[in-house]
């Protein structure tokens, strides 16, 4: 089931979060929207993006490892886009590290296209991709 999430919720997303990142904290303010993936009574994906104006961003998205690979991630990924089309959005964008190939086929097959390099944007000194998508 997908739904909005509940404060309750947030110790899961971010237990999931540390997927993506050791340090990974949950950061909604009033342009952002996080949708949960619930199964089992179990938060098992999230997705978080920001809505401002015509554009929207991804900001983070994840799903338990032991969960990828059953359509749990498009399913979030098909209801942010109909979120940010029904505000008005006309592009999504994100960013993505270059070396996260499964997260680049990920975008790529969603109808994302690389659009700009960030040299060095992570900690670590690993380069960005900035992608996005029409939705217009």
Do not use: P, W
């Amino acid at each position: 089931m997908i739904r909005y999430f509940r404060t309750d919720d947030i110790i899961y997303i971010e237990q999931i979060g540390h997927q993506i990142d050791d340090k990974f904290k949950l950061k909604i303010n009033d342009y952002s929207r996080c949708i949960v993936y619930e199964k089992d009574n179990m938060i098992v994906g999230f997705i978080v993006f920001s809505m401002i104006y015509e554009t929207a961003e991804i900001i983070d998205m994840a799903v338990m490892k032991e969960y990828q690979g059953q359509g749990i991630g498009s399913q979030l990924f098909v209801f942010a886009n109909n979120e940010c089309i029904n505000n008005g959005c006309g592009v999504i964008m994100l960013e993505v590290r270059s070396g996260n190939k499964k997260a680049i086929s990920f975008y790529k097959k969603n109808g994302f296209k690389k659009v700009i390099v960030r040299r060095g944007y992570y900690r670590d000194g690993e380069d960005a991709f900035v992608m996005e998508k029409l939705v217009v």
